[in-house]
Each structure stands twice: as C-alpha cells, then as structure tokens.
C-alpha cells in the first residue's frame, strides 16, 4: 500500500499466486529456418570451447541431459551474446510472444504474481522493461528429465519455452497446477510457452530419442553474461 512496501517488494514475486496463473502457448511461432538458425548457433558455441553450464556438468551423464547458454561470451570467434547478435529476429519473435501472453493475461494485476513490475501498455512498462537473464539451449537424452515438481525459476519473471524438435516420445512439458494435477503442454517443434517464471513446472522423461528446447528467462536484474 505504501510506496516504501511497493520499492521494496519489486522483486518479491508471490509464489502462490503464480501457481494459479495462466500459461500461453503459440503454436509454430518459430519456422523451420528459425529453427535450424538456433541450432547452429548452438552448434557454433558448442564448437567455441567454453559452452559448458558449470552447474550442469554433473548432469550430463546422470540427468542425461545437456545445457548450452546461448547468451553469453564463449571464444572471440562469436559475439558476447550469441543469440541475440546472430538470431535477433528470432529472439524479437519470442519477445513479442511474451509481451503479448502478459498483455491478454491477469499477471500484472493487483492480484496477480508479478503485480510489482510494470505491464505492457505503461511507460517504459512490459518486456521492454525487463532483460534476458539467460537463453538456454536443453539436449534431453533417454532419461532426461525435469522430475522436481516444484522446479521454478527463482528470480525470473518470465519463462519462455519452445520446443526445437520432435524425434522423440515422452519429454513433456507440464505444468503442476494448484489442484495438485499436472497440466501437460505438447510442444511441437517451433510452438512455444510463456509461463511465469514462478510457476512450478516440469518435463517427464524422454523414453526414446532426444528432446532439445530453448528456454528464455527475463528478470528485472539487467544484462547478464553469468549464471
Ligand atoms: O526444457 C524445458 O522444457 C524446460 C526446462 C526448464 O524449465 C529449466 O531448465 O529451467
Ligand atoms: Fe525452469
């Protein structure tokens, strides 16, 4: 109510609340092309040395999957953020995904989970009004899966979600809603989603194939090359 509570609750993003809130999904948001384009800039980071998600070497062989960031420095031979300088039509697709699923949504609402960050429609309010946190390429094998049922991503305020391929069975992406039910989201390659980036979400093992997704998270933190 107070100004002093709303400075100071800018990043406080009610878990509750975000539970119960909507996820958009597009379908064929992505093109073929636009497809092949992530891949080989993943391809190209991966052929660059340093692609490797420190936290997630140890799941490699375990989890039997795979991160590849995609927004941050990897070798002089590719710009500082990768998929922005060589894909920054595909990245402006996704953006434009996301401000549209939270101008149709109650996210931003007094009630709703990100009520402290300014929405779509208000000065310098929207996605243009928060930054890429991290952009994630995700190689799922035999076994790979998201099993916490209560996985969020802390600290973003938006997830985005696409989904690169389709050679595969199982790997689906669900969310886990407030009913205690999974709510599951097939993804065909190039169809994408936006969730809240609190809301618990989840990916059931891939059973044959692989399974590769590029996952977005905007924040109110700023530029990043880290994490
Ligand atoms: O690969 C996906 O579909 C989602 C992965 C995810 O939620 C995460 O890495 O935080
Ligand atoms: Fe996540």
């Known amino acids: 109510m107070s100004s002093l509570s709303e400075t100071s609750s800018r990043h406080h993003y009610p878990m ?84 549209a699923s939270w101008a149709s949504s109650t996210w931003s609402s007094s009630s709703g989970p990100i009520s402290s960050v300014s929405p779509p429609g208000t000065p310098s309010g929207g996605v243009g009004n928060l930054s890429l946190r991290v952009a994630e390429h995700w190689h799922y094998d035999v076994g790979g899966h998201l099993d916490n049922d209560r996985h969020y991503d802390q600290g973003s305020v938006l997830t985005i979600v696409t989904a690169l391929n389709e050679d595969f069975t199982g790997g689906v992406f669900r969310t886990f809603e407030p009913s205690g039910e999974h709510a599951e989201h097939p993804l065909a390659p190039g169809d994408s989603l936006c969730i809240v980036s609190h809301k618990f979400h989840n990916v059931t093992p891939v059973l044959s194939g692989f399974r590769e997704s590029l996952v977005l998270e905007l924040w109110e933190g700023g530029i990043t090359h880290g994490r």
């Open 16 to 99: 509750g609340l975000a539970q119960a809130s909507t996820a958009f999904t597009k379908r064929s948001l992505l093109t073929p092309s636009d497809i092949a384009l992530v891949q080989s800039i993943q391809q190209e980071v991966v052929n660059s040395g340093e692609h490797d998600n420190p936290q997630n070497v140890s799941h490699h062989n375990p989890n039997h999957k795979h991160c590849t960031f995609l927004h941050k420095p990897c070798g002089a031979s590719l710009p500082a953020n990768p998929l922005r300088a060589l894909a920054p039509q595909v990245l402006g697709k996704l953006l434009r995904f996301a401000q």
